[in-house]
C-alpha cells in the first residue's frame, strides 16, 4: 500500500479582475501516492499551473480542500505556506529563474543553508551532470544548463515533492532530454513525488500516469503500463 | 489623447512616489535658491535705496573737538560731494520701569537747515526745536520696546547733568538699521537708544558751542575713498581724529554685510548639491526604467517610431517631475522668504522693505532645475537612441558578476548567500552605489553643518563670557579719566572688585597692511577680563609689546616676534614701534591687548582708564544701579548677564530658523535618496526575490537581500557624510567670519551622532516603506514572465 502524498477535493480557484471573472479551476479531485511522476497535460489556459501552484503552497484556492500528507494546505496562512515550501517542495520554471549574481553552487547553496538534512551542493550538482561548472555565473551557461541548475536547487534538500511547469519550454530537444534525465534519475534514485506540466505529448511516456487538463478540470488519466526512459522519447 | 502621452500619464501614476521624493530633492533646491536669492536681492536692494534716499554717509570720522569752520575745509577736499558735522556723545539713560542703567547715544540735527546726511526718516512726531534741551526724537525701536509714545519722558545724564527729556518723534535712521549699544554684542532696544536734538542744544550741553566731533561724508562719483580717508585724517589730526573710516567699518552696515554675506554663500552652496542629486535620482530611475521597457523601446521603433518622438517621450516624463519640483520649490521658497523677511523685520529696522521676488529669479530657478533634470535624462536618452529595434526586442546581456566569497572560505565566517547576493549587487555598479551613498552623507553633512551652529555657539559663549569676560559689568567714562575715577568706581555699593582698561585708537601697520583699531590696556593681575592665549588659557600680558587676535594677525599677515607699527590715534599722536609678543583668541571684533602701564608709556600722557570691569554683589544690585544713573562721569554701561541671556535668544531666534529648514531639507535628500534607490533595486531583485520566496525563503529573509544592501551604503555613507559636513561647516564658518565677529568651528561627537541618526531614521523609514512592498510582490505574476 503507498502512501498518498497529496489528496485535493473539489479544488476551485476563481481569478477575479474588476467585473471579468476567470474560473481558473472548475473542480478538481486527485490523489498523487509517493515516488510517483506525473504528466500534466492540456491545452493553454487550462489551468495546469494554478492547480501546481496551489499544491506547491505558492496559491490559494479559492474553495475545496487540499492535503498534504497530514498537512492541510487550505488551512496555512501565509507563513505556513513559507514554511511548508521550505520543507517540502522543490519547483522548477519554465524560465529557469536563477539567481544571476550567484554561482551555480551558491544558488544551490541558497537552499542548502535552510534545509534540514540537505546534500551538499557539489553532490547535487554532480546528479545533474554539472560537477564542472559549479563556478560559472548562470550567464555563462546555456539554458539546458540553467535549467539543471534550478533542477540541482530544487532538489538539493531532498524534497518530498518537485513540482516543474514546463521545465523543458524553452529548450531544443536534446537539452530537454537531458534535463528529463535529470528529473526522472532524482524520481527513482531518491523517490522524489514528480508533477511534471508540459505541452509536449511525447514526454507522458516517461510518466507513471497522465493527467488530461481541460476547462480547469481533469478530463481523464491514463496510467502508463511500460514507461519510457527519456533517452527513447524523441519531438 | 496619444497613445505615447497616455503611457506618459500611468508611468506617472504607478511611480507616483519615486517620481514625488525626485521632485521634493529638486523642489529643495529650488526653495533654497528663491529664498536666498530673493532675500538677498531684497535685502541689498532695501538698503541700496535706503541708503540713497536717505543720503546714508560713505566716510564718517569722530574728533574730540573742531571748530565748525573746519567743515569748510573738509569740503574743500577733492572728491568729498557733501559733508555734515555734528556732535555725538554718549549717556546714561534713566527710565521708568527699567532697574538697570541703559545707554543712549545723543546725537545732534541741524537747527537752521534740513538735515544734509544720515537723515531720519519720521515715523511719528517732529525733529526737536532749535535750542531745545528738553525734545528728543528717538529711534522705533527703543520707543517701542518701553511702549514710550510722543509726550513721553525719560531722564539721561548728559555731560553729568541728570535732565528730562520728552519725546517729539520717533524716527529710523540709515545709520541704525542694526543698532547695536556700545560694547554690546546683540541689539537690546531695551537698553540702547538713539537720542536726535537740537544741534545747539547740545553743544550747549556738551561745552561744544561752535564745534562738532562727528562728520559724514558723501563723496562725489569716482571719487577715490582712501585717498579722501588720508587727507580727512591728516586734516582731523589735530583736532584730536581718531581716524576717518567707511562704510564697511560702520557698525550696522558691517553687521548688514555679514547677513549678505551669509545669504550669497546660501544661495552659491545650496541649490546646487539639491540640483546635483536630483539629477543622480532621475539619471537612476530613468536607466531603470529604459532597461525595463527594452523590449517596448524596440517594439516602437520596429512598428516606424522614430527615435526622436520615442526619446522625447521620456524627455517629458522628467520634464513632469521637474515642473512639479519647481512649483513645489516656489511655493516653499516664497512661503520661507516670508519667514526670513519677518526675521529680519525684527534685526533690521528699514522704514520700508522692497521684497524682490523678481520673475528673473523664478526664471533663473526654472530653467536651471530644468537643465538639472535633462541632464539627469542624457544618458537615458542616448541609450534609447543607439538601440537597435532587433537588438532591443532580445533580452538584455546579463550583468556580469565578480566572483568573490566563493570556494575557499571557510565556512564559518562565509557569509550567508543572501548577504553574498547584497554584497555582489553593489560591486555590479560600483558607480551607482557610490553615488547613492554620496547622496545619503550629503543628508548627513546637511545636518552636521545646520547642528554644529549649537556646538559653536556653545563654545563661542563658554569661551567669551565663562572665560573671557567674567565681569559682571563694564563701566565706560564718556571721557578718559585719570586713574582716580578707578577708586570713586570701587567706592561704588556693592563693588567687589574693580579692574581699569585703557583703550586707544590706533591704526596697525605691516608694510602696505594697515587696520584701525583699539589697542586695550589691562592691568597685570587682571581676573576678570582676561586674555585667552589660542589654546584657551589666560595669558600674562608682557612688560612692553603687544598681543594681536588670529584675525589681526591674519589681516596684517603678523607673527609672534614681528614688529608692527602703531599709529597712534589720540593724545600726543605719532608712530612707534612695537613688537608683537603673542597671537590670542577673541572671537568678537579685531583685538589688541597690553599691559596697561606700558600702554601709558606709550602714550606719554600718564595714568589714564576709558572704563572700568566689576564685580559687584547682587544683593546690592538696585543700590548700585540707582549709584550709577547718578553718576556724571559714566557714559554707558555694559551688563554681562543681559548681553549673555540677549546673545542667546538672539541666537536661538536665528539659528532654530536655519536649523529647522536645514533638518527638513536633510531629511528630504536622504529620504529621496534611499527611497529611490531602494525602489529600485527592489525592481531589480524582484524576479530573485520571487524566486527565493518560491524556494521557502521567508519574508523578513528576501527583504534582508535588499536592506543589506542599503545598510552596507548607509555604513558607507555615515563616515563619508561625517568628512563631507566637517568641510560644509568650516566653510560654513569662514563665511560667518568677518572682523566683527568669529564663530569657533567646534563639532561636539553627538553632533555626528545625532545627524547619523536622522538620517538613519530617513533611511529606515525609507526601507519600511519598500520592505511593504516586497511583502505585496505577486511570486507568480513575476515567475510566468520572462526577464
Ligand atoms: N492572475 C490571474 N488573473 C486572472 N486570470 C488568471 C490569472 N492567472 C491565471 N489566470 C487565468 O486562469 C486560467 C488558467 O491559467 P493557468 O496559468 O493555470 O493555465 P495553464 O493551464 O497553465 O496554461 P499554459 O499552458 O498556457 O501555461 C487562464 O484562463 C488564465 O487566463
Ligand atoms: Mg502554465
Redesign the interface.
Known amino acids: 500500500m503507498t502512501e498518498v502524498v497529496f489528496e485535493a477535493r473539489g479544488l476551485t480557484k476563481v481569478y477575479r479582475s474588476g467585473e471579468v471573472e476567470v474560473r481558473a479551476l472548475a473542480g478538481v479531485d486527485l490523489e498523487l501516492q509517493a515516488g510517483e511522476l506525473v504528466v500534466l497535460l492540456g491545452p493553454s489556459g487550462s489551468g495546469k ?1 494554478t492547480l501546481l ?1 496551489i499544491l ?1 503552497g ?2 490559494h484556492a479559492t474553495s475545496g480542500y487540499v492535503r498534504f500528507r497530514d498537512h492541510d494546505l487550505t488551512a496555512l496562512d501565509d ?1 505556513g505556506l ?6 517540502h ?1 522543490g ?1 522548477v ?1 519554465q ?1 529557469y ?7 551555480a ?3 544551490v ?3 542548502t ?2 534545509a534540514h538534512n540537505p546534500m551538499t551542493p557539489e553532490e547535487s550538482l554532480e546528479l545533474v551532470g554539472l560537477g564542472q561548472r559549479m ?1 560559472h ?3 555563462q551557461m546555456s539554458g539546458g544548463e540553467q535549467q539543471r541548475v534550478a533542477i540541482a ?1 530544487a532538489i538539493a534538500k531532498r524534497p518530498d515533492v518537485l513540482l516543474c511547469d514546463e521545465p523543458t519550454g524553452a529548450l531544443d530537444s536534446k537539452t530537454g532530454i537531458r534535463v528529463l534525465e535529470a528529473l526522472s534519475l532524482i524520481n527513482t534514485e531518491l523517490g522524489t513525488t514528480t508533477a511534471l506540466i508540459t505541452h509536449n505529448a511525447a514526454i507522458r511516456e516517461m510518466a507513471h500516469r497522465v493527467f488530461l487538463f481541460g476547462d480547469g478540470r481533469i478530463a481523464g488519466m491514463q496510467v502508463n503500463e511500460t514507461r519510457k526512459p527519456p533517452s527513447a522519447i524523441s519531438w | 489623447m496619444r497613445a505615447l502621452d497616455r503611457k506618459l500619464l500611468r508611468d506617472l501614476r504607478r511611480m507616483w512616489a519615486q517620481a514625488l521624493a525626485i521632485a521634493l530633492v529638486m523642489a529643495s533646491g529650488a526653495a533654497t535658491f528663491v529664498l536666498a536669492s530673493g532675500a538677498y536681492r531684497s535685502l541689498d536692494e532695501t538698503r541700496r535705496s535706503y541708503y540713497e534716499r536717505y543720503r546714508f554717509g560713505e566716510v564718517f570720522a569722530d574728533i574730540r573737538r573742531a571748530p565748525k569752520t573746519v567743515e569748510e575745509q573738509i569740503l574743500a577736499i577733492s572728491g568729498v560731494a557733501a559733508a555734515e558735522a555734528r556732535i555725538s556723545r554718549l549717556a546714561l539713560l534713566d527710565i521708568e520701569g527699567l532697574a538697570e542703567p541703559a545707554t543712549g547715544q545723543a546725537i545732534s540735527v541741524p537747527d537752521m537747515a534740513e538735515q544734509r546726511l544720515n537723515r531720519l526718516h519720521l515715523r511719528a512726531g517732529r525733529l526737536p526745536e532749535r535750542e531745545r534741551t528738553d525734545e528728543v526724537t528717538v529711534n522705533e525701536a527703543f520707543a517701542k520696546a518701553h511702549k514710550l509714545q510722543l509726550g513721553s519722558t525719560f531722564k539721561a545724564v548728559l555731560n553729568g547733568k541728570k535732565r528730562e527729556l520728552k519725546i517729539v518723534g520717533i524716527a529710523l535712521s540709515p545709520e541704525f538699521i542694526y543698532a547695536l549699544g556700545p560694547g554690546d554684542l546683540m541689539p537690546d532696544d531695551r537698553r540702547f537708544a538713539v537720542l536726535w536734538m537740537s544741534e545747539k542744544a547740545l553743544a550747549a550741553l556738551f561745552d561744544l558751542d561752535g564745534a562738532f566731533n562727528s562728520v559724514s561724508l558723501r563723496l562725489l562719483r569716482g571719487a577715490v575713498e582712501a585717498d579722501v580717508i588720508e587727507k580727512l585724517d591728516s586734516l582731523l589730526a589735530r583736532y584730536g581724529g581718531t581716524g576717518a573710516y567707511s562704510r564697511r567699518d560702520q557698525l550696522s552696515h558691517a553687521f548688514l554685510d555679514a547677513e549678505l554675506k551669509q545669504l550669497d554663500a546660501l544661495r552659491r552652496v545650496m541649490p546646487p548639491i539639491f540640483l546635483l542629486v536630483s539629477a543622480f535620482l532621475i539619471n537612476m530611475t530613468l536607466m531603470r526604467m529604459i532597461a525595463l521597457e527594452r523590449e517596448q523601446i524596440g517594439l516602437l521603433k520596429a512598428i516606424g517610431y522614430g527615435p526622436l518622438p520615442i526619446a522625447a517621450h521620456y524627455i517629458k516624463f522628467v520634464l513632469a517631475i521637474a515642473l512639479v519640483g519647481i512649483s513645489i520649490g516656489f511655493l516653499i521658497g516664497v512661503w520661507l522668504g516670508q519667514g526670513l523677511t519677518r526675521l529680519y523685520a525684527d534685526f533690521f529696522h528699514f522704514p520700508f522693505l522692497i521684497f524682490q521676488n523678481d520673475a528673473d529669479i523664478f526664471a533663473t530657478a526654472g530653467i536651471v532645475c530644468v537643465v538639472a533634470a535633462v541632464a539627469g535624462a542624457i544618458r537615458a536618452v542616448v541609450q534609447i537612441l543607439a538601440l537597435a529595434p532587433a537588438v532591443a526586442m532580445q533580452p538584455p546581456a546579463p550583468p556580469r558578476y565578480r566572483r568573490w566569497f566563493s570556494g575557499r572560505v571557510p565556512a564559518s565566517i562565509r557569509p550567508s548567500q543572501l548577504t553574498i547576493m547584497a554584497l555582489r549587487h553593489i560591486s555590479r555598479w560600483p558607480v551607482r552605489a557610490g553615488l547613492t551613498s554620496l547622496g545619503i552623507s550629503l543628508g548627513i553633512a546637511l545636518l552636521i553643518t545646520a547642528l554644529l551652529s549649537f556646538d559653536s555657539v556653545d563654545l563661542m559663549i563658554d569661551v567669551a563670557f565663562f572665560r573671557t569676560d567674567r565681569q559682571h559689568a563694564t563701566l565706560n567714562f564718556t571721557d578718559d579719566k585719570h586713574s582716580r575715577a578707578l577708586q570713586a568706581v570701587e567706592r561704588l555699593p556693592g563693588v567687589l572688585r574693580a579692574e581699569p582698561y585703557r583703550a586707544v585708537a590706533v591704526r596697525l601697520r605691516n608694510g602696505h597692511l594697515s587696520r584701525k583699531l583699539g589697542i586695550v590696556g589691562k592691568p597685570k593681575e587682571m581676573d576678570l577680563s582676561r586674555v585667552l592665549d589660542v589654546a584657551f588659557q589666560p595669558v600674562q600680558l608682557p612688560e612692553t609689546g603687544l598681543m594681536v587676535d588670529e584675525r589681526v594677525a591674519e589681516i596684517l599677515q603678523l607673527r609672534r616676534g614681528d614688529l608692527v607699527e602703531v599709529e597712534l590715534l589720540e593724545g600726543r599722536r605719532g608712530i612707534r614701534l612695537v613688537p608683537v609678543t603673542e597671537v590670542i583668541k577673541s572671537y568678537l571684533g579685531l583685538m589688541a591687548f597690553m599691559d596697561i602701564d606700558a600702554l601709558h608709556d606709550l602714550m606719554d600722557d600718564g595714568p589714564r582708564v576709558t572704563g572700568v570691569h566689576i564685580a559687584y554683589d547682587a544683593r546690592k544690585q538696585g543700590e548700585l544701579f540707582a549709584a550709577i544713573k547718578s553718576t556724571p562721569a559714566l557714559g554707558s554701561i555694559g551688563l554681562q548677564q543681559h548681553a549673555l541671556s540677549r546673545f542667546r535668544e538672539t541666537i536661538a531666534q536665528n539659528i532654530n530658523y536655519m536649523v529647522t529648514i536645514y533638518v527638513v531639507l536633510a531629511v528630504i535628500i536622504a529620504f529621496g535618496v534611499v527611497y529611490n534607490s531602494a525602489r529600485i533595486q527592489l525592481s531589480e531583485h524582484a524576479r530573485e526575490i520571487a524566486s527565493l520566496r518560491v524556494l521557502g525563503f521567508t519574508r523578513a529573509e528576501v527583504s534582508r537581500v535588499l536592506l543589506t544592501e542599503l545598510a552596507v551604503l548607509t555604513i558607507v555613507a555615515v563616515p563619508l557624510g561625517w568628512i563631507i559636513g566637517y568641510g560644509f561647516g568650516w566653510l560654513l564658518i569662514k563665511a560667518f567670519s568677518s572682523d566683527l565677529y568669529r564663530v569657533p568651528f567646534a563639532i561636539e561627537r553627538a553632533t555626528y551622532a545625532k545627524a547619523s541618526l536622522v538620517v538613519l531614521a530617513a533611511t529606515a523609514v525609507s526601507a519600511l516603506i519598500v520592505r511593504r512592498r516586497v511583502d505585496k510582490l505577486d511570486l507568480i505574476a513575476v515567475l510566468k514572465t520572462r526577464d
Do not use: K, Q
Not at chain 1, 97 to 103: A, F, M, Q, V, Y
Open positions: 499551473s501552484n506547491g505558492l496559491d507563513s513559507t514554511a511548508y515550501r521550505r520543507d517542495v519547483f520554471f524560465f529563474n536563477l539567481i544571476p549574481s550567484l554561482t553552487r551558491e544558488n547553496a541558497l537552499v543553508e535552510i563556478d555565473f548562470p550567464a536547487r
